[in-house]
């Protein structure tokens, strides 16, 4: 399921990229069917103005010959431009910009679908979080994969940009339904796992989420229609709903909810699958620890506690706002910093020179199961913000240093590029855990997915970031890296205060 989620995240680098393509020159572009084409002609340098990204994309020169087929230095008048009205491309993909014709002024709405799918997963976050401490991690994650499945296949039959724009709810819904499972998801293994094989845990399920994005660049490399690409994705998530009799519920959220019984079944079940029992006096002691009766007990021990400290109201409220606020923003800042660097490395490793884009992006996210993988080594030998200092500065130069390397040099660019992509996954799979530790068990989901919406500002600021690839390549990784330096700065200084 957490390969299924994670894959839904990178959709829209195939189904709604923008494609290498230039002008149709009719005159010498003869044929209706524009795909069977061929971008590369002798006679281009006549009839397109070159740029220093290459041949103008949107404007061409205009014919000063009436007849066909005639392609030299003399058949094109260079002193005028003509706009573009149909587009031949470098491949044989079809995906939204093709199928919907979006070009030029209008390539803002490939970014605008991104950022609705980005948006999506911002929006609402906290109210799911808070259903899940209500109703339980199970039941919302399953809900969240059946309607993120749901709204995914609609959208595969969208027939026009029209119709996508009315799809922006769709797209809005499905992420939001992705990104809410996930954090669900999350939780619900954490909760299930001791202190110490917490990191271990966490890593395993970091790396199937990476595993997914994997088998998204598999599956675009051979689908290359994108309302097949998305049935293929989304069909399965539609049997999530047999996880109802094969997963069971955070045994830690039953307990504090009072499903004592509950809770000790599973405990039971899990005891017996691993070939032991359960001993009666934990049983008792479970009981005891969570009955009503306790919990009353507990109350009463707190407001005493509360009435022996004279703190007034307004020092509580300095004491909650300064401390767990600061812990909050901090929190959240983390977040929007690990996600705008994972996804514009995700975004830009279709772009890398010298280097198949399908090829590249599945190069990189191979590289960030390595970072997920090795995080669980060092999670318990070392504290959380040390290897927060260390993930971030590393992800943050490399990212700079890429943008000194030629274009030539692509092994090199290559190369760092895993090097970003393994450390900045080792920083977000450490911010992750230190999150979740941060905070108890009543709170955890709705303080998870509330950090996790602050995060998804990050994916939106990267969907727009990767606009600025074609025009002025060295800014998404200067922001990058600036960002990256900024988290480690601000880390620094809550470790020291």
Request: with cysteine; charged share 15%.
């Amino acid at each position: 399921m957490i390969s299924s989620t994670c894959m839904l995240n990178y959709t829209c680098i195939f189904a709604s990229n923008s494609l290498e393509y230039r002008c149709k020159v009719s005159e010498c572009d003869l044929g209706d069917n524009n795909r069977e084409i061929s971008y590369d002609q002798p006679w281009l340098k006549y009839a397109l103005p070159l740029t220093s990204n290459g041949y103008e994309k949107c404007f061409r020169y205009a014919s000063s010959s009436s007849l066909e087929n005639q392609c030299d230095a003399n058949s094109f008048n260079t002193t005028k431009l003509i706009g573009c009205t149909e587009f031949i491309y470098t491949t044989d993909e079809i995906n939204v910009q093709t199928e919907f014709n979006i070009h030029c002024d209008d390539s803002y709405k490939l970014a605008l679908i991104g950022s609705a799918n980005s948006i999506g997963r911002l929006a609402l976050l906290p109210i799911v979080g808070a259903l899940a401490d209500k109703f339980g991690r199970l039941r919302v994650a399953i809900c969240c994969v059946l309607c993120c499945s749901t709204f995914g296949l609609i959208k595969s039959f969208s027939v026009n940009y029209t119709m996508y724009i009315v799809y922006f709810q769709l797209e809005f819904l499905e992420s939001l339904a992705g990104g809410s499972s996930f954090n669900a998801l999350f939780i619900l293994v954490i909760e299930m796992s001791s202190f110490r094989k917490r990191p271990l845990c966490t890593s395993l399920l970091n790396a199937f989420g990476i595993f997914g994005g994997i088998l998204l660049g598999l599956l675009a490399m051979y689908i290359h229609n994108f309302r097949y690409l998305l049935r293929a994705i989304y069909a399965p998530g539609l049997f999530v709903i047999l996880y109802i009799w094969l997963v069971p519920e955070s045994v830690r959220w039953l307990l504090a909810t009072g499903r004592v019984d509950r809770a000790i079944k599973i405990l039971e079940r899990m005891a017996k699958v691993n070939r032991g029992t359960l001993n009666e006096n934990s049983i008792k002691a479970l009981r005891l620890q969570y009955s009503s009766n306790s919990k009353i007990n507990a109350t009463k021990k707190l407001n005493a506690d509360h009435n022996e400290n004279n703190l007034s109201m307004f020092q509580q409220i300095k004491l909650v706002v300064i401390k767990l606020g600061l812990r909050f923003l901090i929190c959240g800042y983390l977040w929007v910093t690990c996600f705008f660097c994972f996804y514009v490395l995700s975004l830009t490793s279709t772009h890398i020179p010298g280097t198949n884009r399908y090829i590249g992006f599945i190069i990189v996210q191979s590289v960030a199961i390595n970072g997920a993988l090795s995080s669980a080594i060092f999670l318990n030998k070392f504290g959380r913000k040390k290897l927060i200092f260390c993930s971030l500065i590393l992800s943050g130069l490399s990212a700079i240093i890429t943008q000194i390397i030629p274009r030539e040099q692509s092994i090199i660019v290559l190369i760092l590029f895993m090097i970003g992509k393994f450390s900045i996954t080792f920083a977000l799979n450490v911010v992750l855990i230190f999150t979740v530790e941060l905070w108890p068990t009543n709170l955890r989901s709705i303080i998870m997915n509330s950090c996790s919406m602050i995060g998804k500002m990050g994916i939106v600021a990267a969907s727009f970031a990767t606009l600025l690839i074609t025009s002025a390549p060295i800014l998404p990784f200067i922001l990058f890296g600036v960002t990256a330096g900024q988290a480690f700065r601000i880390t620094y200084i809550y470790a020291i205060h």
